[in-house]
């Protein structure tokens, strides 16, 4: 199986920051990669999708980059509505699987 | 637009069979354009995938749980089902059922909004 291992696990910032968070792949997955958004009680909701490609309604303050077992989501100035987990997703194989989480926190 | 709306017993015991229904509406189970899968979340953990299924009903299982797990698509009533038997505490999770478009390079798009199954005596 393809492990996603995201880094960090856990992330303070402030609104207005730009953070970052890793993502890589135990193997090369191309540009098979997305990142979800989840708050909580909430069903998971698709930001970007083949690595860089932003998904209809997601503020253009989001984006990705990556290919093969290095990726990145990149949110240029937080906003209060972006405190949330985020997930890395791989569906180049099978089984599909996902990163363990990021949490963004309020600093 | 899509939606998904999964729906099925909140308790199990175990060793017994889990078995959850997911309503589709706005689209149609029958079309080859979609898999419809299943995923879960065990409460304050990450998300796992569980597999998915054509309209034509070809599987795609984990394989951590493809000895366990069975999916089916009832096209007559456009409902998705999900059963996973012999059960224990580790399968205590939310359950999402979602749409995955088949072509594009496209990953999981929309999700139901989940249903909270607890296995317990």
């Known amino acids: 199986d393809i492990q996603m291992t995201q880094s960090p696990s856990t992330l303070s910032a402030s609104v207005g920051d730009r953070v970052t968070i890793a993502c890589r792949a135990s193997?090369?997955?191309?540009?098979?990669l997305a990142w979800y958004q989840q708050k909580p009680g909430k069903a998971p909701k698709l930001l970007i999708y083949?690595?860089?490609s932003l998904e209809s309604g997601v503020p253009s303050r989001f984006s990705g980059s990556g290919s093969g077992t290095e990726f990145t989501l990149t949110i240029s100035s937080l906003q209060p509505d972006d405190f949330a987990a985020y997930y890395c997703?791989?569906?180049?194989?099978?089984?599909?699987?996902f990163g363990q989480g990021t949490k963004l926190e309020i600093k | 637009q899509v939606q998904l709306q999964e729906s099925g017993p909140g308790l199990v015991k175990p060793s017994e069979t889990l078995s959850l229904t997911c309503s589709v509406s706005?689209?149609?189970?029958?079309?080859?354009?979609?898999?419809w899968s299943w995923m879960r979340q065990p409460p304050g953990k990450g998300l796992e995938w569980i597999g998915h299924?054509?309209?034509?009903?070809?599987?795609k299982y984990s394989p951590f749980l493809a000895s366990r797990v069975t999916m089916s698509v009832d096209t007559s009533t456009n409902q998705l089902s999900l059963n996973l038997n012999s059960v224990s505490a580790a399968d205590t999770a939310v359950y999402y059922c979602?749409?995955?478009?088949?072509?594009?390079?496209?990953?999981?798009?929309?999700w139901g909004q989940g249903t909270l199954v607890t296995v317990s005596s």
């Open positions: 997703h791989q569906y180049h194989t099978y089984p599909h699987t």
């Open positions: 299924i054509s309209h034509t009903g070809t599987t």
């Open positions: 706005g689209d149609s189970v029958s079309t080859g354009l979609y898999f």
């Open positions: 193997q090369s997955i191309s540009t098979w």
């Open positions: 083949k690595a860089f």
């Open positions: 979602a749409r995955t478009p088949r072509f594009g390079l496209l990953p999981t798009d929309y």
